[in-house]
């Protein structure tokens, strides 16, 4: 047995009002991969914040190959060899390849009029790091013009140049692609033979069964169990989780009804989208699955009326629409989930009851001035509605959970009394927990007659909760599939044609 490399006893950390980490003991070993899992909330993020020097524990102990970490900063932390690869990832998109790998420690030459930048030689230090990825990326390359799966491979490789013997990975696979995800999961093997040990954190439990050896389970701010993942089945998993028993995360579908709802007649946006065509019954959950890149987000974001159509028609309820402006799309009580939450679907600085009541403000003017004795009271009903957790009505929503972030944008178009809702990746990187949530929203607002169109990478999600599944590949309908008379294998053949 390998020994450990890194020792967690007696850890607690508070901010006001909040107990973030509770009495938190466990170890990793050295080359393990180990993974740790929790519900957002769980206090995993806070927990990596220390190791990296971010936050400074209350009490407790915390080793790494036997040196207490007291009182250690990021810089600290990098220099005994820990590096953390974050979900958001921080690079200087303006800058080369080899700049962001090297950033901070220029390889220099020496010259009779001072130090200059060895480019010949940082081009050629950051492709010996580059190379053993198994991927091409050129060091001359700006970073902004990187996948996000190569900027993370960029990233990976700013830790091995930095002597990194313990790299977290926080949610690095949220925004790949199957492909680039086998490659990931290549690189990191490939960490482990070096002797490298990797701390990897994800909400999806089918890659910790997939690469990891160990895994830590947090709930609350509390250790719950650390075992060797062959120990550990994924019903377990979920109970350890959430703390309770989780038999059917996907609920009992309702069957559609018979009006069309929403129909899209020959939709053409010139080189994403070709000849779309299919419609949405009332009480439909019409699932569009694919790889990304496939069209779907573009197709999305068509029907809502932010990028303009080309060619086709677009009907609800069989009267012909046309949307120049997303405005248009609103008044048409069609609404949009975003792919990228935080980006697009928040006011990150604002509050909970503001974003909810953003797109209706309407119903909350009086006499040509905000109402916020309104604002109030309509945010506490949808609060209540669906189960937001959140300390008050005006809380800064950025300081909420993914998932209670998710409901908020859920709120904001419930609140307009949306009929046909656009959910793109409805719960991409939020718990388990938080997704049973969402899943049961969803089939509650098809049981009332609403039209749902729901986006989405995850296959088990779309098998578990759509009538009816299209496929897309480079921007056009390759197959329409019934989720009780196909597999996920024959979804990937049609997103792969």
Same mark, same amino acid.
Request: charged residues 25%; proline residues 3%; aromatic residues 6%.
């Given at each position: 047995?390998?020994?450990?490399?890194?020792?967690?006893?007696?850890?607690?950390?508070?901010?006001?009002?909040?107990?973030?980490?509770?009495?938190?003991?466990?170890?990793?070993?050295?080359?393990?991969?180990?993974?740790?899992?929790?519900?957002?909330?769980?206090?995993?993020?806070?927990?990596?914040?220390?190791?990296?020097?971010?936050?400074?524990?209350?009490?407790?102990?915390?080793?790494?190959?036997?040196?207490?970490?007291?009182?250690?900063?990021?810089?600290?932390?990098?220099?005994?060899?820990?590096?953390?690869?974050?979900?958001?990832?921080?690079?200087?998109?303006?800058?080369?390849?080899?700049?962001?790998?090297?950033?901070?420690?220029?390889?220099?030459?020496?010259?009779?009029?001072?130090?200059?930048?060895?480019?010949?030689?940082?081009?050629?230090?950051?492709?010996?790091?580059?190379?053993?990825?198994?991927?091409?990326?050129?060091?001359?390359?700006?970073?902004?013009?990187?996948?996000?799966?190569?900027?993370?491979?960029?990233?990976?490789?700013?830790?091995?140049?930095?002597?990194?013997?313990?790299?977290?990975?926080?949610?690095?696979?949220?925004?790949?692609?199957?492909?680039?995800?086998?490659?990931?999961?290549?690189?990191?093997?490939?960490?482990?033979?070096?002797?490298?040990?990797?701390?990897?954190?994800?909400?999806?439990?089918?890659?910790?069964?997939?690469?990891?050896?160990?895994?830590?389970?947090?709930?609350?701010?509390?250790?719950?169990?650390?075992?060797?993942?062959?120990?550990?089945?994924?019903?377990?998993?979920?109970?350890?989780?959430?703390?309770?028993?989780?038999?059917?995360?996907?609920?009992?579908?309702?069957?559609?009804?018979?009006?069309?709802?929403?129909?899209?007649? &020959?939709?053409?946006? =010139?080189? +994403? #989208?070709?000849?779309?065509? $299919? %419609?949405?019954?009332?009480?439909? /959950?019409?699932?569009?699955?694919?790889?990304?890149?496939?069209?779907?987000?573009?197709?999305?974001?068509?029907?809502?009326?932010?990028?303009?159509?080309?060619?086709?028609?677009?009907?609800?309820?069989?009267?012909?629409?046309?949307?120049?402006?997303?405005?248009?799309?609103?008044?048409?009580?069609?609404?949009?989930?975003?792919?990228?939450?935080?980006?697009?679907?928040?006011?990150?600085?604002?509050?909970?009851?503001?974003?909810?009541?953003?797109?209706?403000?309407?119903?909350?003017?009086?006499?040509?001035?905000?109402?916020?004795?309104?604002?109030?009271?309509?945010?506490?009903?949808?609060?209540?509605?669906?189960?937001?957790?959140?300390?008050?009505?005006?809380?800064?929503?950025?300081?909420?959970?993914? &998932?209670?972030?998710? =409901?908020? +944008? #859920?709120?904001?178009?419930? $609140? %307009?009394?949306?009929?046909?809702? /656009?959910?793109?990746?409805?719960?991409?990187?939020?718990?388990?927990?938080?997704?049973?949530?969402?899943?049961?929203?969803?089939?509650?607002?098809?049981?009332?007659?609403?039209?749902?169109?729901?986006?989405?990478?995850?296959?088990?999600?779309?098998?578990?909760?759509?009538?009816?599944?299209?496929?897309?590949?480079?921007?056009?309908?390759?197959?329409?599939?019934?989720?009780?008379?196909?597999?996920?294998?024959?979804?990937?053949?049609?997103?792969?044609?």
């Amino acid at each position: 047995m390998n020994k450990n490399i890194l020792e967690i006893k007696n850890v607690t950390k508070k901010f006001p009002g909040v107990l973030a980490l509770n009495d938190v003991s466990f170890c990793v070993r050295e080359g393990d991969i180990h993974a740790l899992v929790g519900e957002n909330g769980a206090g995993k993020s806070t927990l990596i914040k220390i190791i990296s020097g971010v936050y400074v524990h209350d009490s407790g102990t915390i080793r790494f190959e036997e040196t207490e970490l007291k009182n250690a900063n990021p810089i600290d932390c990098i220099k005994m060899g820990i590096s953390t690869v974050h979900q958001e990832l921080r690079m200087v998109d303006s800058l080369s390849v080899a700049e962001n790998i090297f950033l901070g420690t220029p390889i220099e030459r020496k010259t009779a009029f001072g130090n200059f930048i060895d480019w010949e030689k940082l081009f050629e230090e950051s492709q010996k790091l580059i190379i053993p990825m198994g991927i091409n990326i050129d060091p001359r390359t700006k970073i902004s013009e990187l996948s996000v799966a190569k900027k993370q491979i960029v990233e990976i490789c700013k830790a091995v140049r930095r002597d990194a013997k313990l790299i977290i990975m926080d949610e690095p696979s949220a925004t790949l692609t199957e492909n680039e995800l086998d490659v990931l999961f290549r690189i990191i093997e490939d960490l482990k033979k070096r002797g490298i040990t990797v701390i990897y954190i994800s909400h999806r439990l089918e890659e910790i069964f997939k690469i990891a050896d160990r895994v830590t389970i947090m709930r609350d701010g509390k250790h719950i169990i650390t075992d060797d993942v062959k120990n550990v089945t994924r019903k377990t998993m979920i109970s350890h989780m959430v703390g309770r028993e989780i038999e059917d995360i996907y609920p009992k579908r309702n069957e559609p009804g018979g009006k069309v709802l929403f129909e899209a007649i &020959g939709i053409e946006r =010139k080189g +994403v #989208l070709h000849n779309i065509n $299919f %419609v949405l019954h009332e009480g439909e /959950i019409l699932a569009i699955a694919g790889l990304v890149g496939s069209g779907r987000t573009e197709l999305a974001r068509a029907l809502f009326g932010v990028d303009k159509i080309n060619q086709g028609e677009i009907k609800i309820k069989g009267v012909s629409k046309q949307f120049k402006t997303n405005r248009d799309a609103i008044r048409n009580r069609i609404a949009l989930m975003p792919e990228d939450r935080k980006a697009q679907g928040i006011v990150s600085e604002m509050g909970v009851g503001s974003n909810i009541t953003l797109v209706g403000i309407d119903k909350i003017i009086k006499l040509s001035f905000l109402n916020p004795k309104l604002e109030q009271e309509y945010s506490k009903e949808y609060i209540q509605l669906l189960k937001i957790q959140t300390p008050s009505w005006n809380h800064t929503i950025k300081n909420l959970s993914g &998932g209670n972030q998710q =409901k908020c +944008v #859920l709120a904001k178009w419930l $609140f %307009v009394d949306s009929d046909i809702l /656009i959910f793109d990746e409805p719960t991409r990187g939020i718990d388990v927990g938080a997704k049973q949530e969402i899943y049961r929203l969803l089939n509650q607002l098809a049981s009332q007659g609403k039209g749902i169109i729901m986006i989405s990478s995850e296959l088990p999600e779309v098998m578990g909760m759509a009538h009816r599944i299209l496929v897309m590949h480079d921007g056009k309908f390759t197959g329409e599939l019934i989720p009780e008379r196909t597999n996920q294998e024959e979804i990937m053949h049609y997103a792969t044609i």
